[in-house]
């Protein structure tokens, strides 16, 4: 194990420094606060990669209240997911990807001057412009507490969203800010 502490320039920096010290064949990102639902996580997406000889794998999310880590305020599946989704801000829950390290090395690491859509930049490379091999895991693997940076309040979701534009657009894809937005609109079917 290596710990480092230094400065860095944001949060994507930080990660990026961390990918580039991993000695791992393959990456997640559990971020402060998140935890894995269980002890074997890490056994089942190692044996999921090895069986499919996916690029990479994702699976489902619990967010839980802050002060209850017990008590689910909302359940993220990557189910339905598919790449063409992105456009409209659309990807799978980032804390559940794991990814093969040689994609950083061949399709590049996390843009570090974007504020909070990095990881769906990011995503937008990997899934949709590079049509990366991905499996599903159907069980939430990653448990997060509420309030993180891209959903802490309605400025954050406003930036995310014009950036998810953004990355939409220097990858090629088509996007506004209305199909952005729609997913919000959606996201509230998911409760009903």
Known sequence: MRWISEPDAGLYDAINKGIRIATGDAIGLLHADDFYTAPDVLEKIARLLQRTEADAVYADVRFVDQTAPDRTVRYVSGRRFRPWMM??????????????????????????????????????????????RTAYLPEAIVTMR??????????????????????????????????????????????L
């Not at 994609?103 to 490379?125: K, P």
């Open 87 to 132: 456009r409209y801000g659309f990807m799978p829950p980032h804390p559940s990807i794991f990814c093969r390290r040689a994609l950083f090395e061949q399709l590049g690491y996390y843009r570090t001057d974007y504020r909070i859509s990095a990881d769906h930049e990011l995503m937008i490379r990997f899934l949709w412009k590079a049509g990366i």
């Open 146 to 191: 509420t309030g993180g940076i891209s959903t802490r309040s309605a400025r954050s979701r406003w930036i995310a969203s014009r950036e998810n534009v953004r990355a939409c657009r220097e990858n090629g894809i088509y996007a506004n800010l209305p199909m952005q937005l729609l997913k919000y609109g959606v996201k509230v079917f998911e409760y």
